[in-house]
């Protein structure tokens, strides 16, 4: 699903790390403190981190600065009320839209941004 000619390839940390907690979310019915304190506003983080670079990345895609594939991630994620989120994104590609959001690194959801908001949120 990556571009394959990027040097960045193969060393994205977050997108394992985005589809472990995307599906970790489906499980934690039974959790429903884990999933209040933690899961819900880290996924909440990773959507706002999408949905505000995605904008950035994209405000000048046919300027030097701009990006192209910023634009088209984020157009993806609109909902029929133009209104862009992760769930709008699931709805039309289903289990894919991790894996396409993957052309980014997500600095909020690397493995050692995850370890460091649960142990700040003094879980443990």
């Not at 999933?35 to 959507?47: A, G, T």
């Not at 981190?49 to 895609?61: D, F, N, S, V, W």
């Not at 993806?76 to 052309?103: C, I, P, Q, V, W």
Request: charge should be positive.
């Amino acid at each position: 699903m990556y571009d394959t000619t990027r040097a960045t390839y193969g060393n994205n940390r977050s997108v394992d790390m985005c589809r472990f907690m995307r599906c970790l979310g489906k499980q934690i019915q039974r959790a429903p403190v884990f999933k209040e304190k933690i899961w819900v506003p880290l996924m909440k983080r990773y959507e706002d981190e999408g949905r505000e670079t995605l904008l950035r990345k994209a405000a000048g895609y046919n300027d030097v600065s701009g990006d192209l594939a910023a634009l088209q991630l984020y157009k993806m994620g609109l909902n029929r009320k133009r209104k862009y989120s992760h769930a709008a994104g699931y709805e039309k590609y289903n289990k894919e839209f991790d894996y396409y959001m993957g052309y980014y690194e997500w600095s909020s959801m690397t493995p050692q941004a995850i370890q460091q908001f649960i142990f700040q949120r003094k879980f443990f």
